[in-house]
Nanobody, 113 residues
Framework: QVQLVESGGGLVQAGGSLGLSCTASRNIFSAMAWYRQAPGKQRELVARITLGGNTNYADSVKGRFTVSRDNRKNTVYLQMNSLKPEDTAVYYC?????????WGQGTQVTVSL
């Protein structure tokens, strides 16, 4: 069992920045990722980072979002800059452990005009 706890969501104006963090209850020796789900839409991958630090991003966030991790703290981060209203969603942390997906409870990010 793995628990993932996210924090850092909130309300921000367009063009602003927010940082999210997700702490796991144990060491994660695999990739971790951030997903988001907007109302009426499917959950989508935002950013992913491997254990070694290799990253990939959704095209819609490239150049604006940065994913990072601190393996000593079992924590993954998502720094979001130049936020747009279309970034409004619930953001979820994800980790795969022993072939099973684990999800955080989600944190709301709302970007206003």
């Amino acid at each position: 069992q793995v628990q993932l706890v996210e924090s850092g969501g909130g309300l921000v104006q367009a063009g602003g920045s927010l940082g999210l963090s997700c702490t796991a209850s144990r060491n994660i020796f695999s990739a971790m990722a951030w997903y988001r789900q907007a109302p009426g839409k499917q959950r989508e991958l935002v950013a992913r980072i491997t254990l070694g630090g290799n990253t990939n991003y959704a095209d819609s966030v490239k150049g604006r979002f940065t994913v990072s991790r601190d393996n000593r703290k079992n924590t993954v981060y998502l720094q979001m800059n130049s936020l747009k209203p279309e970034d409004t969603a619930v953001y979820y942390c994800n980790a795969q452990v022993s072939g099973l997906p684990y999800w955080g409870q989600g944190t709301q990010v709302t970007v206003s005009l």
